[in-house]
């Protein structure tokens, strides 16, 4: 693994040399374990501890597959599904593993281990590849969507995510990207932004394609130039990527965030319109089976001060049941309601006379397709659209990372280092970062001055 690192880190290091890496038998992985699967058990998701259930342990290496690449992880980041998977809910996720494994595609077996590596995002580079990968070659610096996908069924070829067969890698399959290796298959690889480091490069494969096909894509709100669009969890990892997109999309984000901190954090991306939902304290249900009408119309009321009379065009839902009834109800004569993830709960209430007589939609959502995650991934290199990293753990951490994003407690996205010996590496461009270090760095302020200094001494 040193060699690995080492290669990693050099300037001199070319294809060939990666190619003749030996591969470790072993390496490091944040997994939980199928015979812990029950230690939450009658615990109130707000009582589980994915710092208890995530743990760092050494897994066999596996061979690429037909199809597949072997991949050098240099860092990776949390997503909520990591936080689902720590805590078991709404089920474990060695079914999906078991289920994977009885598949006829081949290598799918593997998947079904008593350990699942966790992790649907990564920055690395290409160590192996399997039988029939002829785009990418060891050497090669990437960053992974997370659609697995073997495509081959016709339902998946006009959008792969109705793909029957289509997985979330770390999720839905074994050894994901909160790693030091990590399996991928070749149409998950997309180009690593030069201007990136390998941390800032992990954060944002899975939040920001979900956030493009959820908003631009025809496959969910088709956002136009001029749309007023309502963003819950502004600030959140899902949420800093949507708030980015409408703005650069020429629409108008209304961002609803919780706390002043990450009203200030989105005000600092462009957005003019912002909605404190803990200053205005919003409470749209008066106890666990009972909504308040009362608070989504002081929200519809809210809105309509910001934006001159408007109601969104589009609302762009994630937390799912503890905000869904008040989404359809602000969203506009005709508008959409765009949703994935249910953060809050899957199981959604709304009042229907509020969707049907005012004839608007809810569409869901789900990841992305690979010309929409690419798509989103090249807004990213032409510095369009910037990583939100807000903070930055080691793969040792991991456990305390997840639990941070499951109580909230992080802005933007958290990063998690894999191979790579400390912050601030991997960076190929640094003129183009140079233009766009102050979005670089907005999640991060605290970054700028160590940037500034760092970058001198790279120079240097």
């Known amino acids: 693994m040193r060699e690995i690192v080492s290669a990693a880190l050099s300037e001199d290091a070319v294809g060939a040399d990666f190619a ?197 894509s025809r496959n969910g709100a088709q956002m136009k130039q001029g749309d007023v669009v309502l963003v819950w969890g502004a600030a959140g990892g899902l949420g800093s990527y949507a708030t980015q997109l409408a703005l650069n999309g020429g629409a108008t984000p209304v961002c609803v965030v919780s706390g002043e901190r990450k009203a200030q954090l989105v005000r600092s991306l462009g957005a003019e319109l912002v909605i404190d939902r803990a200053k205005e304290g919003y409470r749209f249900w008066k106890d666990e089976s009972t909504s308040d009408p009362r608070e989504w119309k002081r929200l519809g009321s809210h809105i309509r001060e910001l934006t001159g009379g408007e109601d969104p065009d589009i ?20 508008g959409t309601v765009v949703t994935c993830a249910s953060t809050s709960g899957f199981r959604h209430e709304y009042d229907n006379r509020y969707l049907w007589m005012s004839l608007k939609r809810i569409v869901g959502s789900h990841f992305a397709n690979y010309r929409e995650a690419w798509a989103a991934n090249r807004l990213i290199g032409r510095g369009m659209i910037h990583p939100t990293l807000s ?26 280092l894999g191979l790579a010996p400390a912050e601030g590496l991997g960076i190929q461009d640094e003129a183009l970062r140079a233009r766009h270090l102050a979005g670089i760095n907005r999640f991060r302020p605290a970054a700028t001055a160590v940037e500034s200094a760092a970058s001198g001494a790279r120079r240097a």
């Open 315 to 334: 609302v762009f839902e994630h937390p799912g049941r503890e905000t869904f009834a008040a989404s359809v109800y602000v969203a506009r004569r005709g």
């Open 20 to 216: 003749a890496l030996p591969v470790p038998e072993s390496y490091r992985g944040a997994v939980v374990l199928r015979d812990e699967s029950e230690m939450f058990q009658g615990m109130a998701t707000a009582d589980k501890e994915p710092a208890k259930s995530l743990r760092v342990r050494e897994v066999p290496t596996p061979e690429p597959a037909p199809g597949e690449a072997l991949i050098a992880v240099m860092a990776s980041s949390i997503n909520y599904n990591t936080v689902w998977t720590s805590i078991f809910e709404p089920m474990p996720t060695f079914g999906f593993l078991q289920r994977y494994a009885r598949s006829h595609e081949p290598g799918a077996e593997r998947h079904d281990q008593p350990y699942h590596v966790v992790g649907s995002d990564l920055a690395g580079i290409v160590l192996r590849t399997g039988p029939g990968v002829h785009r990418w070659k060891p050497g090669d610096r990437v960053v992974a969507h997370c659609l697995s996908v073997d495509l081959q069924s016709p339902d998946g070829h006009d959008d792969t995510m109705l793909d029957p067969e289509q997985r979330i890698w770390g999720f839905e399959t074994n050894f994901g990207g909160l790693a030091e290796l990590s399996l991928v298959k070749a149409n998950q690889l997309m180009p690593m932004p030069k201007h990136l480091t390998w941390e800032e490069a992990a954060a944002s494969g899975l939040v920001n394609s979900t956030a493009y096909r959820q908003l631009v």
């Open 391 to 416: 903070t930055v753990y080691p793969l040792s951490d991991v456990g305390i990372a997840t639990q941070a994003v499951h109580r909230n407690q992080h802005a933007g996205k958290v990063g998690v």
